[in-house]
């Protein structure tokens, strides 16, 4: 009996045999004898059409680990590990629609769960600073943090810490996606200079379009960068063209970012016609060399403050409907 594979092994067999197919297929595609033949290379282009899907996410249950406490089942949000009756958890026959939040592995006393290896390191929740379970969340400060973000437009002739950013990076991936896609991929420019450059073609391409835009190239003119507001460095969120929410996370990801940007005493500013210019304008995008798939979703100009606000400025309140059934 020991000799059975079980549903996750054979699983697993699959899974390794679909990936290593999709490579050698991969590979087929590029040779020129193949190229010739336009139906093959599209139905090679569809690797679900040939019954073929890449799954990296396939969790494991350690049983000497589980201490049966059933949690895993019922935390799993697609409902995806069963028991028989009090016995120890096994992925289920729909495994393969894991989106590998890891919520299995971040709950399960014993450490019983794992997820491959190439989705990241687990890191136990004592190693960090802040305890969410706990008072020490500063709600306050972080309000705070929320209301006195402003959009800086006047930036210090100071570059930017790479250190400083390639850390707020590292946290975003613990954002939210939608089914845990990860779809966002991260461009940086360093360097007044450089981001010069990058105005430059925004400026040859604003000038072209006409309408609100002109004023962008008349401020140009005067020496004024109004595109990118003379910021040291920008940083551009990109994402994968089948994401499914691709607008949605990126703006989360890019929020997260500049919350941390400014809680590190930064000031960032989002740059909107810098967004649209490398999504549209081809030199633009070249500029910054953004791969083919790719799809710029947003774009923020980060650097140190030149200003100092003393206020809030007036918001009126935010509306909210409060809907209580009686
Ligand atoms: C745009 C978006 C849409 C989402 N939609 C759903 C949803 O409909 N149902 C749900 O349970 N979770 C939803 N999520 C949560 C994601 O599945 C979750 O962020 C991801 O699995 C990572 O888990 P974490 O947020 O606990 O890190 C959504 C997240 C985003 C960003
Ligand atoms: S959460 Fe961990 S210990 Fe509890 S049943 Fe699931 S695998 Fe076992
Ligand atoms: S990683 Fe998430 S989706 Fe996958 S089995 Fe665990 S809880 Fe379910």
Redesign the pocket.
Known sequence: MENILDFGQLHHIQITLASRLIRCIEKFKTLPEVQKYPDLTMILNDHSEIGLTEEKKMITINSEECTRCGQCISEC?LGLIISETGGVPRPGENIENC?G?G?CVALCPGAAISLPNELGDVREISDLTLNMNGSSIPATQILNLIRQRRSIRNFMKREVDEKILQNIFDSLA?A?????GRPVHWTVLMGTERVKGLSETIVRWVASQGGFYTSFAKAWEKGIDAINWSAPCVVVAATEADAL?PE??ST?AMTSFELAAVAHGLGTCWAGITARALRDNEESAEFLDIPRGHRVCSAMMVGYPAVTYRRLPPRKPVPVRWKAVK
Do not use: S
């Open positions: 949000p989106i939040c919520h613990w939210p996606t939608a089914r845990n929410l949605v996370d989360i």
